[in-house]
């Protein structure tokens, strides 16, 4: 995987007779086939450059697995469309119209089916033989799988299930719809009333309500003032808003754990028998180390799912006198970052021209940068007020943004 800093390429000759094999390496334009087990590789430079339009098919996994980028770039967008784009300008189209190149949700599959993302290689085989694309007889590939050794039903399995997705891709995902299925792009609307759900589970209805009523008060003033907006300062306020108010204090973290889906999905990825570990620093529990000042992690073994439940029972104390975690400093920021967002959005809502409506969505957009926990997040929180502040002077100032030198 292109992940790990260094993608893995195989060129690949078949041939009935071996004397016609000179050259190890496919020439550029030279190959049938792209097989592509990562979306990132087989949208690079080099692979590209093997593939020709109207020849080459492809046979592309669909997981969007991020690359190591995304640790130094936490806001880093997998480039899916991109991608997309360069693979099937790279293999052109068939004669009605459609990309030489299929896109399987290989990954997915092989995991919801067999229980093992490995499986997605042999899947993807089986998809292009089904599809007439290997000049091989299946004994062939299966006495392949046999000779190798290795967990061979296994593989034979994953060969077969990409044989029958080749043939009816729709059947198969039927089959394991909920594992595999695709996040909706949410409209603005459906967005709020999905974010709502979640805060009265976070909380409860009062809640949602509150943030209800700030998006809904930004989308009026917004379509008085910038009726061409599209609603994109709504929707930063809505976004932004939301991940203010449902932060992952203790409450939550311990709903999220013990709400049915985590331990689904052990029992799903792991064999029985799989012992958990949580590493923790609890707040009021928690030790400091004494040369950096900063908290210490402990492992807690399985019992702590118990503690969860038992905690996870007793949101209806968030905030209020009862709740032990209200008077540390972490929760006490978090709770003015609220404040400080509404306060904010109300002054932009009393100053909004056309003219620095795409600052005032920037302003709106910064909250999205408040991540990670602790010190880590007081960090985040101190270059996020940074920005504010100068973009808040450009706004007032009446700044669009934009320069357009006179002479």
């Not at 989308?219 to 910038?226: C, I, L, N, R």
Request: hydrophobic fraction near 45%; aromatic fraction near 6%; charge should be negative.
């Amino acid at each position: 995987l292109a992940q790990k800093n260094g993608a893995v390429y195989a060129h690949i000759r078949i041939c009935d007779d071996p004397a016609k094999l000179h050259a190890v390496r496919i020439a550029a334009g030279g190959a049938d086939l792209l097989l592509g087990c990562d979306m990132v590789t087989a949208g690079g430079t080099e692979t590209l450059g093997k593939l020709q339009p109207g020849k080459t098919r492809a046979v592309v996994n669909a997981e969007q697995t991020m690359t190591a980028d995304f640790t130094r770039d936490p806001d880093l967008h997998f480039p899916v469309k991109r991608l997309m784009t360069a693979i099937d300008a790279a293999v052109g189209v068939n004669g009605e119209g459609a990309s030489n190149a299929d896109y399987v949700a290989a990954t997915a599959l092989a995991r919801a089916l067999l229980g093992d993302s490995i499986a997605a290689n042999l899947f993807l085989v089986g998809y292009a033989y089904q599809k007439g694309l290997l000049p091989l007889p299946l004994d062939a590939l299966t006495q392949a799988i046999e000779l190798n050794g290795v967990a061979v039903d296994f593989n034979i399995t994953a060969l077969d299930w990409g044989r029958r997705a080749a043939n009816d891709q729709a059947s198969v995902e039927s089959l394991v719809a909920p594992a595999v299925g695709v996040e909706s792009q949410d409209q603005p609307g459906d967005f709020v009333a999905a974010r709502m759900a979640d805060l009265t589970r976070y909380q409860n209805a009062k809640l949602a309500e509150r943030y209800k009523a700030l998006v809904d008060r930004t989308a009026q003033a917004e379509a008085a003032a910038v009726p061409e907006s599209n609603g994109a300062l709504a929707d930063a306020v809505a976004r932004s808003y939301f991940k203010l108010l449902a932060i992952k204090d203790e409450y939550e973290v311990a709903r999220l754990f013990t709400d049915g889906r985590f331990e689904q999905a052990v029992k799903d990825t792991f064999e029985d028998g799989a012992k958990l570990k949580f590493h923790l620093s609890p707040p009021v529990l928690g030790q400091k180390d004494a040369a950096s000042g900063l908290p210490i992690k402990k492992t807690y073994g399985p019992w702590m799912l118990h503690a969860f439940r038992f905690l996870a029972g007793c949101k209806t104390l968030r905030g209020t006198a009862l709740d032990i975690f209200n008077l540390t400093a972490e929760r006490k920021r978090e709770r003015q970052d609220v404040t400080d967002f509404e306060a904010l959005a109300a002054d932009i809502l009393e100053h909004l021209t056309p003219a620095n409506h795409a600052l005032a969505v920037e302003l709106c957009e910064l909250p999205m940068t408040l991540r990670g926990f602790g010190y880590v997040k007081d960090r985040a929180r101190d270059e996020m007020l940074a920005k504010q502040a100068g973009l808040m002077e450009r706004f007032k100032g009446g700044d669009d943004g934009v320069k357009v030198a006179a002479e």
